[in-house]
């Protein structure tokens, strides 16, 4: 089945830093994902939409210039946590639709990024 | 009212039991209904797809969606330790869009 890879699992960083996430479509083109924040014991929360070759859109409250969004590839998109800060500590999760599903096709979730800022 | 509603638990059930868990939801447009399974500190993992109103069987799991209720429900049969996990209901009006999740409900199968 199709497969998202994100990448890394985990990282700590400190105040301050940037971190980069990655979220890879293994078998298939995905011409959108998604990117979605967890915090414990809560739903997962659509953060942006990244959209192949344009820019990402992004929901109410969330700052695109704090979250950058690339997607470069139909088989790549990053985000970027600029100047991260506690409060950003988080799980990220990044998911895609398979673009020769026939538009009837389920979205996959890679296995998400626990970002702990110190 | 939050567009998508789902009791988080937890639920406790001993192994071999019948799980039924649900949702509701406000938004009449939805047409796709997923449930997923969430291990901790894990992705959520697909477990069933249903496109509009009916049932769906795969295995121990049946989902049954009633748009006329704004209902679905998933239900396990035979349940094992191993489905011991979060369940994640999700939704959506079109193909291929951003899903609306609700909480996740905790299910904790003893043996």
């Known amino acids: 089945g199709a497969v998202v890879s994100q990448h890394p699992s985990r990282v700590i960083c400190k105040s301050g830093t940037s971190v980069k996430i990655e979220c890879r479509s293994l078998?298939?083109?995905?011409?959108?994902m998604f990117w979605y924040r967890q915090f414990p014991k809560q739903s997962l929360m659509l953060m942006a939409t990244?959209?192949?070759?344009?820019?990402?859109?992004?929901e109410q409250g969330v700052e695109k210039d704090k979250f950058l969004i690339n997607h470069a590839s139909l088989t790549l998109s990053t985000l970027t946590v600029t100047s991260a800060h506690p409060e950003d500590s988080s799980f990220y999760i990044c998911?895609?639709?398979?673009?020769?599903?026939?538009?009837?096709?389920?979205?996959?979730f890679g296995n998400g990024t626990r970002l702990t800022v110190t | 009212q939050k567009e998508v509603e789902q009791d988080p638990g937890p639920l406790s059930v001993p192994e071999g039991a019948i799980v039924s868990l649900n949702c509701t939801y406000s938004?009449?447009?939805?047409?796709?209904f997923m449930w997923y399974r969430q291990y901790s500190r894990k992705g959520p993992e697909l477990l069933m797809y249903?496109?509009?109103?009916g049932n769906k069987e795969d295995g121990r799991f049946t989902a049954q969606v009633d748009k006329s209720s704004k209902y679905i429900s998933l239900f396990i049969r035979d349940s094992q330790p191993s489905d011991s996990a979060t369940y994640l209901c999700?939704?959506?009006?079109?193909?291929?869009?951003?899903?609306?999740f609700g909480k996740g409900t905790t299910l904790s199968v003893s043996s």
């Open positions: 998911s895609a639709e398979d673009r020769d599903g026939g538009g009837n096709s389920p979205l996959h």
């Open positions: 078998d298939f083109q995905a011409t959108t």
């Open positions: 990244s959209n192949e070759g344009s820019k990402a859109t992004y």
């Open positions: 938004n009449s447009a939805f047409q796709y």
């Open positions: 249903t496109y509009s109103s």
């Open positions: 999700a939704m959506s009006g079109q193909a291929g869009t951003a899903l609306i």
